[in-house]
């Protein structure tokens, strides 16, 4: 079983529909990072939380550390939304476990 | 223009021959970080380096080397010795505030 595990793997949502990915992690952990990965490969940093929830336009992340968990929500999806997400649990100052990544399609 | 550069973003090579692949930043970080992603898996880290003329290894360093001379350049290099080198290798750095990790663009190998 990965430590660091994404659901669903893939997604396709109509665009404006809400979507929700999840990240459950197995291991004590500093902090949660989700990812944005579009088809070039390029990853850009979304959110960066060790605590409750943080807002940027239309996306959400959320973490319970107790039940070691984070939902990364977008509102009003979007084509351009359309993309790889990653989590990553960083582990101490240096170490990321990575999710295998949602695959998210929204179409028009 | 701060940021991660990776060159070339496309590379081949034939089997058998060692490749290096390009890091630099201008970020002022530390630390750096080679990951190695595959489809399906989530990225697996092949080396890093807190400092410069420091590095560790990772999960899969065999049949990878690296060096760190300089503060802004971590480069890789892929030795004949690695089984299945065709990956999409990525370079990050780490911000010294919050521990949060920056990646590079990438670059595509592809050994044939």
């Known amino acids: 079983k990965n430590e660091v595990e994404q659901s669903p793997q893939n997604l396709t949502a109509q665009e404006g529909e809400f979507i929700t990915i999840n990240c459950s992690y197995s291991v004590g952990i500093s902090a949660l990072h989700w990812l944005q990965q579009h088809p070039g490969g390029g990853i850009v940093s979304l959110f960066m939380?060790?605590?409750g929830k943080k807002k940027h336009g239309r996306l959400i992340a959320t973490i319970n550390i107790q039940e070691k968990h984070s939902s990364l929500h977008i509102t009003a999806s979007h084509p351009r939304d359309s993309a790889v997400y990653i989590c990553a649990a960083a582990r101490g100052t240096y170490k990321y476990i990575f999710g295998t990544g949602t695959r998210l399609k929204v179409l028009a | 223009d701060g940021g991660i550069t990776q060159s070339p973003k496309y590379l081949f090579r034939k089997e058998g021959q060692n490749v290096t692949l390009s890091c630099e930043q201008n970020?002022?970080?530390?630390?750096m970080y080679w990951y190695r992603q595959d489809p399906g898996q989530g990225l697996r880290l092949i080396y890093y380096?807190?400092?410069?003329?420091?590095?560790q290894k990772g999960d899969i360093a065999e049949g990878y080397s690296v060096s760190r001379e300089k503060k802004e350049s971590f480069p890789l290099t892929v030795t004949s010795a690695q089984k299945n080198p065709t990956a999409f290798y990525l370079c990050?750095?780490?911000?010294?505030?919050?521990?949060?990790?920056?990646f590079g663009p990438g670059t595509r190998l592809t050994v044939l």
């Open positions: 970020l002022n970080h530390d630390a």
């Open positions: 380096s807190q400092i410069v003329n420091d590095f």
């Open positions: 990050a750095t780490r911000g010294a505030i919050y521990n949060e990790q920056f």
């Open positions: 939380l060790s605590s």
